[in-house]
């Protein structure tokens, strides 16, 4: 399996409302990843869990709550999104090692509208 | 300040024509890996080839060739012969493990369209 999964691919959500996005990856990498992409737009990174621990949050706004239950799934909770939040969500996972980063493999990604 | 440069914004070809994307990437660490990626209009972010600093080797895929010249700070990419099925965002990209953990630093992306 050498696939990074996402589900749901296309979400609708009303400013009001709670959803999550899924990730899960059986390639035993150790690193997951979140990224953002706006239209037109190259991706930003916004957290990244490293051996189940948040390493890294690119001051991201509370609305978004990463979790990484075990080392194959992550999620991201979306609660009170704005219309500006609109985006590509993009997982990724790649192994860690003293050598870098190896097999750095994206998610198709979750189309995000916020209405 | 951007760690990678694609200054090319939009690239229009007809098929079989080659075409070359530039990347120009900034790193004051001496470990640092580059990639490209390949974004279809569908949307997924498709791995192409990850480079590290110390392998200086031109590579070639099939139709793809990478050419990478650390005394320019380079790391071009070329499509020989392209395809309609080429037509995409194409992102170079720099990791720095030592300075930035495990981030992906990404260019603007280079947009190619391959007429028929």
């Known amino acids: 399996d050498t696939e990074v999964t996402q589900t749901p691919k296309h979400l609708v959500m009303g400013m009001t409302n709670k959803k999550s996005l899924k990730c899960e990856q059986h390639?035993?990498?150790?690193?997951m990843y979140w990224y953002k992409q706006k239209a037109k737009k190259p991706p930003e990174l916004m957290f990244v869990?490293?051996?189940?621990?948040?390493?890294i949050n690119e001051s991201v706004p509370s609305r978004f709550s990463p979790e990484c239950p075990n080392s194959s799934l992550l999620n991201l909770h979306l609660h009170a999104l704005q219309p500006e939040d609109s985006a590509l969500y993009l997982c990724a996972s790649s192994q860690v090692s003293d050598r870098g980063m190896y097999g750095y493999t994206f998610g198709s990604g979750t189309r995000l509208t916020v209405v | 300040a951007q760690k990678v440069t694609q200054a090319q914004t939009e690239i229009s070809v007809v098929e079989k024509e080659d075409v070359t994307l530039d990347c120009v990437y900034e790193t004051r660490d001496t470990t640092y890996y580059l990639f490209w990626y390949k974004q279809p209009p569908s949307g997924e972010l498709v791995f192409l080839i990850r480079?590290?600093?110390?392998?200086?080797q031109n590579e070639i895929s099939g139709r793809y060739s990478w050419n990478f010249q650390k005394s320019t700070s380079s790391f071009n990419f070329t499509i020989t012969a392209s395809q309609v099925v080429d037509s995409a965002v194409y992102f170079c990209a720099l990791s720095e493990p030592n300075s930035n953990d495990y981030k992906l630093s990404f260019g603007a992306g280079t947009t190619v369209t391959v007429r028929a």
């Open positions: 480079r590290n600093s110390f392998d200086e």
């Open positions: 869990y490293s051996y189940e621990k948040l390493s």
């Open positions: 390639m035993g990498h150790r690193a």
